[in-house]
């Protein structure tokens, strides 16, 4: 193979690997509840809770700014999730209560993952390894963020849907990427809305 072509595979395989990483980084986890008495089919539109759309929690550390993050990204949650919802045909009601009122949190926190030597060994000596000490072998902290909507009923006037959608948050991303990431992550979590 000429030099130039195998630099061009080189290439190549470094750019799809690049790439594969960058998607297996975009995971989101989302997990969705909803109350099996409440007929999801009479479910026409809907409207953001009046006293206000959605707030933003963080547990970090004492200097966060939840104000600022909202200000940054509020408004792009706003549009992401209303966007969802006219996507699965569901009109939403301006001025008026609509059959179900929406409402968000943004939570953003700080978790550790770690791992201890023998931690995955059973906890007998059959096989032959000497008591030890514990030590931490892997040590890993991690801000995630996780976004979680409610549909309350406003017959019922209580929650009937709540959808959490969570992943990590990268620091080093600017905030047009930021809004991209939110925008994905919204639409992840709206489709888990009950099917008309």
Sequence with gaps: MPPTFRIAAIFASI???ALGSVLTAAKVEVRSERDKQFDFRQVKS???DPAEPGKVIMARSSSDDPADIQRRFGQTIVDAIASEFGQLGLTPSAGKAGDIRIY???LVTVGLDTQTMGQFLPAVTEW???PFAPQTTSYDIVQRGALVIDAVSTSLNRVVWRSVGRTEIDEV???DQR???IKMVA???VKKF???
């Design 46 to 48: 809907w409207a953001w």
């Design 187 to 189: 639409h992840e979590v």
């Design 128 to 130: 032959g390894i000497p």
């Design 15 to 17: 750019t799809v690997l």
């Design 179 to 181: 809004r991209a990431r």
């Design 104 to 106: 968000y949190y943004l």
């Design 173 to 175: 991303r600017t905030d």
């Design 194 to 196: 009950p099917k008309k």
